[in-house]
């Protein structure tokens, strides 16, 4: 069965850490990417990768960036952690290339910012 | 832009109530839809999804959905829904020029009581 695994279900951080969110994938598939999830907003876009080192910003950025060194890992790291970035985060996996074909989730790591 | 609106956002039914839930998007160029589920505790995953041919398009556990093109409108349906069915639903299409990006709807809690 395919998977997409992040790392940690639930973290607790502390206000100004640096904290790194792990997604990696076993598809082999070259479009990744990191949403939030906060009730009543739905999934909001953070970034976005098409393939190794490549890296495009979401709709929600500011205070994110991303990491792809490997084409299955696609890791999203929080410079300095606030409160206001206590949320679910979701990474998902596409393969492109015959029209969308939805998204593979992984299970969500839920970040809570002390 | 693309965007995409669920009117519903918390829907409460007793089991074996028909279940219809709203989805309206902007256009943008060829339309692709898609419908997620996410039940307690588990990761998103498709219920169906829709890309051209026939506007019924019928997913998992009896799912359907209708894409009326006239109506910007793509409503999830269930004849008669289950307590498993309690989940939060997401509807989504495809940020209009790009394959990979998918933009989501704020979501819907149904909550279906035994």
């Known amino acids: 069965d395919v998977k997409v695994t992040q790392s940690s279900r639930y973290l607790v951080k502390r206000t100004g850490e640096k904290v790194f969110l792990e997604c990696v994938q076993d598809m082999d598939h070259e479009n990744m990417f990191w949403y939030r999830q906060d009730p009543g907003l739905g999934l909001r876009l953070i970034y976005f990768s098409y393939d190794v080192k490549m890296k495009e910003k979401g709709d929600i950025p500011e205070g994110y960036s991303v990491s792809r060194e490997k084409k299955e890992r696609f890791s999203l790291i929080l410079e300095s952690a606030s409160t206001n970035q206590t949320s679910m985060y979701l990474c998902?996996?596409?393969?492109?290339?015959?029209?969308?074909?939805?998204?593979?989730f992984g299970s969500g790591t839920r970040l809570t910012v002390v | 832009a693309q965007s995409v609106s669920q009117h519903n956002h918390h829907v409460i039914l007793s089991e074996a109530a028909s279940l219809e839930l709203g989805c309206n998007y902007s256009y943008g160029g060829t339309v692709n839809l898609f419908w997620y589920v996410q039940y307690p505790g588990q990761h998103l995953q498709l219920l169906l999804k829709y890309f051209s041919g026939d506007p019924l398009v019928k997913g998992i556990k009896g799912f359907e959905a209708e894409f009326i093109k006239s109506k910007f409108s793509f409503n999830l349906r269930k004849p008669s829904v289950q307590w498993s069915d309690t989940a939060e639903y997401f509807c989504a299409v495809p940020v209009s020029g790009n394959t990979g990006k998918l933009i989501f709807g704020q979501g819907t809690t149904l909550q279906v009581k035994p």
């Open positions: 998902a996996s596409e393969s492109p290339g015959q029209g969308p074909n939805g998204y593979t």
